[in-house]
């Protein structure tokens, strides 16, 4: 791999670290492409975030699984899927898996093809309104249809393919990866969905009904939320990054996107013991 190009988040140690990786990479011969905003943050020359994938055979990502997940999102709409190198500079994270201290050593084997690239199921949710599509994303977490800041329930209408699933009235519903499966998913009693695993999981948040259930839905299904309540602030939030409002008889389409995010996989840390270490499970 010889050219490499670096997404960072936003703060005083990213900086730092995008500053010496630049020089590392240079001094093995590496041609490095910043993403502009990136750029801006150290005072160097950067490229528009939407057309980086396309310069570079891998992006490196400075910051935690926020950042890398809007990497991941612009990678898969972009067409050209490069590998991400995620590089964690808080906490452990369940998808930026090196830390930064481990940071050098891993880049080398990387940059020498020594490393897996772990293919990870994206989701394309779409809103078709009046008949009309009018907004299409990639996520690789969930794509969530929450209510606003009024504290009254939504109504949603569920169906998978051509079958009807159910109605709900709750606070909102995700729509989650087995990646996100352990994200917001998680936190509203959805089930741990190892990412191998060919699915996406359906799950209401604090439903009315109490027998309304989290589901597991094979990756060749469509399912359609349409919304059929009149509550105000009703939208659809991507990776919680992203948000665009819905209206009323709006209908949400979300199936298995045709790009696959490859995340460089850690040499050593298996995703069991990232999952126990994260929930901290035997602690």
């Known amino acids: ?63 935690g699984d926020g950042t890398l997940l809007s990497a991941a999102r612009l990678v898969a709409d972009s067409k050209k899927n490069v590998p991400i190198f995620g590089v964690n500079l808080g906490s452990l994270g369940f998808m930026a898996e090196v830390s930064l201290n481990e940071l050098y050593a891993n880049l080398e084997k990387a940059l020498a093809g020594k490393l897996q690239a772990e293919e990870r199921m994206m989701l394309t949710a779409g809103i078709i309104r009046k008949g009309k599509q009018v907004s299409e994303y990639n996520v690789l977490n969930d794509a969530v249809i929450s209510k606003g800041a009024i504290a009254r329930m ?21 729509l989650a990866t087995p990646t996100g499966s352990t994200a917001y998913s998680l936190s509203a009693g959805g089930p741990i969905i190892h990412p191998a695993l060919q699915c996406f999981v359906v799950t209401p948040i604090c439903p009315h009904t109490l027998s309304n ?45 045709k790009y696959r995010v490859k995340l460089i996989k850690h040499p050593t840390k298996n995703y069991y013991e990232i999952l126990r270490t994260k929930l901290k499970w035997g602690n």
């Open 1 to 63: 791999m010889k050219k490499i190009g670096i997404i960072a988040k936003d703060i005083p140690r990213a900086h730092a670290a995008v500053r010496k990786l630049s020089k590392w990479l240079t001094a093995k011969g590496r041609k490095v492409f910043l993403e502009e905003r990136t750029a801006a943050s150290v005072g160097m020359p950067g490229h528009p975030a939407r057309k980086l994938p396309s310069l570079v055979e891998m992006i490196i990502v400075l910051g």
């Open 154 to 174: 939504v109504s949603l209408e569920v169906s998978v393919g051509e079958d009807y699933l159910t109605s709900i009235r709750a606070d909102g519903l995700i």
């Open 213 to 257: 259930r989290p589901i597991a839905i094979p990756d060749s299904a469509i399912v359609r939320v349409k919304l059929v309540s009149r509550s105000e602030g009703v939208s659809l939030s991507l990776d919680g990054q992203v948000v665009s409002p819905l209206r009323l008889n709006d209908i949400v389409e979300v199936k298995k996107a």
